[in-house]
């Protein structure tokens, strides 16, 4: 069974540009999660996407919003880049019955800001 | 607000001897899941053990077990018999039960642990 998969690996960006960054959740997976993991800063939920729903975001600005589509993949999107973007992002995918709260992760996308 | 603390940037332990990790939390709630994750330099996270606020009975997998101390808000993590591949940074942390409620999770800022040949 295929794991939580994000692309890309890696990515570049000049400052005021945008960025994409793209998660995969595990078959059968209706929960999508997004942290950043910043130097210095740690791991910082950002979003949590349910049934195509956002149902809550961390503390970040609205340059950091997302969306997740109908086969449950997601997508996050980060306007206006600023230099401390730069950071590991993480997303994680639950299956519909939450209660155990598990959350299984991805290997991230490096985002790094010029 | 929740918090999650782990006090020890970095440990080190010889292979095959036994090491605990520390954690501290901070809830007013008494329904949630403490959670022990482990990152290789590989990047993914990878879930190590997880413990259910109102089970008394301390979570095992194989060489990791964790002492539970709810009264306390501790949660600390001994990996047994370590093993090079133990290597990793280890985050504790914290996801609320309440229904409707998010299910975040909130992590303390890791410790570092290195497995010495």
């Known amino acids: 069974e295929a794991g939580v998969t994000q692309s890309p690996t890696h990515l570049i960006k000049t400052r005021g540009q945008q960025a994409t960054l793209r998660c995969s959740p595990i078959s059968g997976h209706t929960s999508v999660y997004w942290y950043q993991q910043a130097l210095g800063l740690g791991l910082q939920f950002l979003l949590w996407y349910d049934e195509g729903e956002e149902r809550n975001r961390g503390n970040f600005p609205p340059r950091f919003s997302g969306r997740q589509f109908p086969n449950y993949s997601s997508e996050l999107n980060v306007n206006a880049l600023e230099l401390e973007d730069s950071a590991l992002y993480l997303c994680a995918s639950s299956p519909a019955d939450r209660v155990k709260n598990i959350q299984y992760f991805g290997a991230g996308t490096r985002l790094s800001v010029l | 607000a929740q918090t999650v603390t782990q006090s020890q940037p970095e440990m080190s332990v010889q292979e095959a001897e036994t090491v605990t990790l520390s954690c501290t939390y901070d809830?007013?709630?008494?329904?949630?899941?403490l959670f022990w994750y482990k990152q290789p330099p590989s990047r993914q996270m990878i879930l190590v053990i997880r413990q259910e606020a109102y089970k008394q009975q301390n979570a095992t997998e194989n060489r990791f077990s964790v002492n539970f101390q709810k009264a306390a808000k501790s949660f600390s993590l001994k990996i047994s018999d370590s093993q090079l591949g133990d290597a990793a940074m280890y985050f504790c942390a914290y996801s609320s039960n309440y229904g409707g409620a998010t299910n975040k999770l909130i992590f303390g800022t890791g410790t570092l642990l290195a497995v010495q040949p």
């Open positions: 809830t007013s709630e008494s329904d949630y899941y």
